[in-house]
């Protein structure tokens, strides 16, 4: 089978962790947010996989050449001149996903969820129709693109619309789809949106269904949501039982859901979750409380500082007794001075912190 993954984009709503690493390669969970995608896929009996990009192309090829191999799979960059919306990058690969008659999958490369692909391939045979759009239920549909269908029928789509302004449904586009390459006769090679244009389309033909996702779903396209989106990840590794979840038998582990990679080295009487991820090679010292955060590669944290609701970016250190907390994003090898307090700070890459960042700001 087939496969495109929607890359591009400049990811600046995941700033400034994405002025370091393109967002589909920002580890989520420990591993870059994009192996998840692809893991799912080859699992699934896909063999090539197209990556749409339109930015750091040079960068994404190098870190995923290995992955190849690991997964047994053909991953082709096809990489946009001008950024080509979520439409356009499709006809720009028509030659592999037009290159027979089976459908083809499309991933938004943001989202997290237990990809359910097998079962999304099933569906869509069953109903024969032109392409399947997987939704889930959120509370605030109004940043997603949302499905209304139509009332005679368990499944097929009635009206798309992108980012409504009013409401009109709470069942959005989850951003993985399966489509017949005959959706590619509708789509013309020029800038163009797969949600405004061509589901609308597909849609008023009565040719687009939806197959409804079972757990667990976040877009992690920003720090917030990735926040949120690793609570939701860690809490449904836990109920699999998982061996990527330590044990609450472990002295420093407190409340569950927390991953620790294992060349990670935590010093005495800390308190570490619930919700935690800790990457490699990363350091913690004595009497550290961690809660709700995400620690990247090569992080470090003094004795006694108290963490919450914070990423941590590569190789950046926080200070003894120092807080941080409210959705606070440290880029990569960001220093924050000892007893300093952060409140939300986004805080660009290199920056050194000696003062306390009192409410909600980007320091640069
Ligand atoms: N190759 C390429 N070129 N990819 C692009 C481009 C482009 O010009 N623009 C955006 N993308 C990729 C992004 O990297 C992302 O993987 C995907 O297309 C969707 O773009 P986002 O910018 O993340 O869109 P969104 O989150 O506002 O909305 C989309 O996702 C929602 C679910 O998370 C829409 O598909 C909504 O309908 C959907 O509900
Ligand atoms: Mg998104």
Known sequence: MKALILVGGYGTRLRPLTLTLPKPLVEFGNRPMILHQIESLAAAGVTDIVLAVNYRPDIMAKALKKYEEEYNVNI??????????????????????????????????????????????????????????????????????????????????????????????????????????????????RPTSIEQETFPAIVKDGQLHSFDLEGFWMDVGQPKDFLSGTCLYLSSLTKKGSKKIEASSKPYVYGGNVMVDPSAKIGKNCRIGPNVTIGPNVIIGDGVRIQRSVLLDGSRVKDHAWVKSTIVGWRSTIGKWARLENVSVLGEDVTIGDEIYVNGGSILPHKSIKQNVDVPAIIM
């Not at 006809?91 to 490369?109: C, I, Q, R, Y």
């Not at 989202?111 to 759009?133: M, N, R, S």
């Not at 959120?138 to 009635?158: A, F, L, N, T, W």
């Open 76 to 189: 082709e960059f096809s990489v946009e001149t001008e950024p080509l919306g979520t439409a356009g990058p499709l006809k720009l690969a028509e030659k592999t996903l037009g290159k027979d008659d089976a459908p083809f999958f499309v991933l938004n490369s943001d989202v997290i969820c237990d990809y359910p692909l097998e079962e999304l391939a099933a569906f869509h045979k069953a109903h024969g129709e032109e392409g399947t759009i997987v939704v889930t239920k959120v509370e605030e549909p109004s940043k997603y693109g949302v499905v209304v269908h139509k009332p005679d029928h368990p499944s097929r789509i009635d009206r798309f619309v992108e980012k409504p302004v009013e409401f009109v449904g709470n069942r959005i586009n989850a951003g993985l789809y399966i489509l017949n390459p005959t959706v590619l006769n509708r789509i013309e090679l």
